[in-house]
């Protein structure tokens, strides 16, 4: 029962992580409005750490096919032929080791309505719980003077590692809307 308690308050806690932790910077100053089109900033995703364990090709074309069509909702087309584009696009897949102490208390008594006390003593139990967390991070630069001009990030708690090629491009695409969803800024 003990046990089952801990991994609700930790599953609770993870749940709460994977929410809110979506960022978004832009250049107040600039026309978003006067972005027409983008191409890909080679490397077009970058990893860190650059470890052959996250790096894999299917990796790369399940980002740059979310990010592509995120940006063709926003009414963003990729480049025709050699044109430049209106912005450059670059990734960044980034996955940490993460840590996260969980305190357990049990035990203890309780108050009767006549003010006696029952119970035992209480009893604290304190873990650490190890995570991997995933954050794609999007980079836009004006092509005309290669400034960033906006910059969305969106974090997602890594359940079951490896996850299948299915719940990868769930995830992937799902992280690119959260990530996305304030571009244009307003």
């Known amino acids: 029962m003990l046990r089952?308690?801990?991994l609700l308050s930790l599953m609770l806690l993870l749940g709460a992580c994977q929410s809110g932790n979506v960022t978004q910077d832009f250049d107040a100053s600039r026309d978003f409005a006067a972005y027409r089109s983008w191409v890909w900033?080679?490397?077009?995703?970058?990893?860190?750490?650059?470890?052959?364990?996250?790096?894999?090709?299917?990796?790369?074309?399940?980002?740059?096919?979310?990010v592509a069509g995120q940006l063709d909702q926003r009414g963003l087309r990729p480049a025709q032929g050699n044109s430049r584009g209106d912005?450059?696009?670059?990734?960044?897949?980034?996955?940490?080791?993460?840590?996260?102490?969980i305190t357990t208390h049990y035990?203890?008594?309780?108050?009767?309505?006549?003010?006696?006390y029952w119970g035992g003593p209480m009893y604290n139990e304190t873990r650490s719980v190890d995570y991997k967390v995933a954050t794609i991070q999007v980079d836009m630069f004006d092509a005309r003077d290669g400034k960033l001009v906006w910059r969305g990030s969106?974090?997602?708690?890594?359940n079951n590692y490896p996850p299948s090629p299915e719940e990868r491009n769930t995830a992937i695409h799902n992280t690119v809307a959260k990530l996305m969803g304030n571009y244009p800024p307003r």
């Open 4 to 6: 089952r308690l801990a």
């Open 154 to 158: 969106a974090e997602q708690i890594m």
């Open 41 to 66: 900033q080679e490397p077009g995703l970058q990893y860190r750490p650059d470890d052959p364990r996250i790096k894999s090709d299917l990796t790369e074309q399940r980002i740059r096919q979310a």
């Open 107 to 116: 035990g203890g008594g309780w108050g009767g309505y006549w003010g006696g």
């Open 87 to 101: 912005l450059k696009v670059q990734a960044y897949l980034i996955v940490e080791n993460r840590q996260q102490q």
